[in-house]
């Protein structure tokens, strides 16, 4: 069975001050990108090793793992006076994100039974890493309504502050989510895994009869 160390994503985030508008509005910029790593091996053991020894590094874990996400936020806020007060004008979050999946060079000449442990495994990767991008973008559309919901404050240091205040949170609840998602995967991989494959064998029995 292959190793699978779900990694806890982090989330950087910076807001810059723009020219102040007249109404408060927002408009989240969500962009995501696949690439992929390729590995060798030619038995289940050999792929092992090839995805610890080629998957993508986590900084903060100092290991390498079978697929990643990589979630970067950003964005920018406006500031305009209102009854002579400051509130936000426009906030606009952006969110770019990059999955990180393997590939097998040697899929094509695989037997049939390491092919049906290959696919399923590297299904349940993808459907992983999909998830984390997920939970990205829903995190981000919340925190530009959190960003537009703040009320007016006497004047717009204060108001940065408290915008700065939000993201950390905003961000930090994010990384909670992310690592919650992680250790739910983790405690259940095994029997995942089990019903998968035996889900993908069925399969092909049917499908030869």
């Known amino acids: 069975m292959f190793r699978v160390r779900n990694p806890l994503r982090a989330a950087l985030i910076a807001f810059l001050v723009g020219l102040p508008l007249s109404n408060a509005s927002g408009e989240t910029l969500i962009s995501k990108s696949v690439t992929y790593f390729s590995i060798g091996g030619r038995t289940a053991a050999e792929l092992d090793r090839a995805l610890a020894a080629s998957g993508p590094l986590m900084k903060n874990t100092g290991t ?9 936020f950003g964005g920018t806020i406006t500031y305009v006076s209102r ?5 936000v004008g426009t906030a606009r979050v952006t969110l770019s994100t ?6 097998w060079k040697y899929r094509p000449q695989a037997s049939r039974d390491l ?9 349940d990767i993808k459907r992983h890493e999909e998830r984390h991008a997920e939970i990205a973008r829903n995190h981000a559309r919340h ?11 006497a004047d717009c240091e204060l108001m940065q502050a408290r915008v700065a205040e ?7 609840s994010h990384d909670k989510d992310q690592a919650r998602f992680d250790r739910t995967e983790a405690a ?9 494959l035996q889900y993908r064998l069925d399969s092909l029995k049917k499908a030869e009869r």
Request: proline share 5%.
């Open 115 to 123: 092919a049906l442990v290959w696919d399923t495994l590297a299904a």
């Open 98 to 103: 990059r999955i990180i999946l393997p590939r």
């Open 143 to 153: 925190m530009e309504r959190a960003f537009l919901g703040l009320k007016p404050e």
């Open 166 to 172: 939000l993201s950390a949170a905003e961000v930090a």
């Open 64 to 72: 390498r793992h079978p697929g990643a996400t990589r979630i970067k």
């Open 188 to 196: 259940n991989f095994d029997r995942r895994m089990i019903r998968l």
């Open 83 to 87: 009854r002579g007060r400051c509130a």
